[in-house]
């Protein structure tokens, strides 16, 4: 659902831009990638944390945010050649920079974008399933015990 913007992405949006302030201290690179960096890591390190603490339904909870970063990713990566999407900085204004149009250019495939996108996009669904059926299978192995 390119395009699509949910309530929770607006905190997607907060660590995205935290991730650029962080990682921009290790250099112009990881300053650029820092951004889905972040957005990845915090969800996943909040599974990890709850993996090891047992808490199977805060684990999925996390899971799936991390999965549905993916979706918020994809929309920003398929817009790469575009760059219609509005764009927010941290820093000046007058220098924004669209991240997947760099990071793609850079690596010269800025002209699969989309397809790139509609994998990422792709993953992110499963991702989720996943989640959902793994806790519903373990919700109800645990009702017949």
């Not at 990566?77 to 920079?97: K, Q, S």
């Amino acid at each position: 659902m390119h395009g699509s913007y949910l309530f929770i992405d607006s905190a997607n949006l907060v660590v995205h831009e935290g991730g650029h302030l962080l990682f921009r201290w290790f250099g112009p690179t990881l300053g650029l990638w820092g951004g889905t960096i972040l957005q990845w890591l915090v969800p996943l390190l909040l599974a990890a944390y709850f993996f090891r603490e047992r808490q199977a339904p805060a684990f999925v909870f996390c899971m799936f945010f991390f999965f549905e970063n993916w979706l918020y990713t994809a929309t920003y990566m398929a817009d790469a050649r575009a760059m219609a999407l509005p764009l927010v900085t941290t820093g000046d204004p007058d220098y924004v920079e669209h991240d997947w149009n760099t990071i793609f250019s850079s690596l010269g495939i800025l002209p699969y974008d989309t397809k790139i996108a509609a994998v990422v996009q792709f993953l992110g669904w499963c991702g989720m399933l996943a989640c959902v059926a793994w806790l519903a299978s373990r919700l109800k192995a645990t009702t017949k015990t």
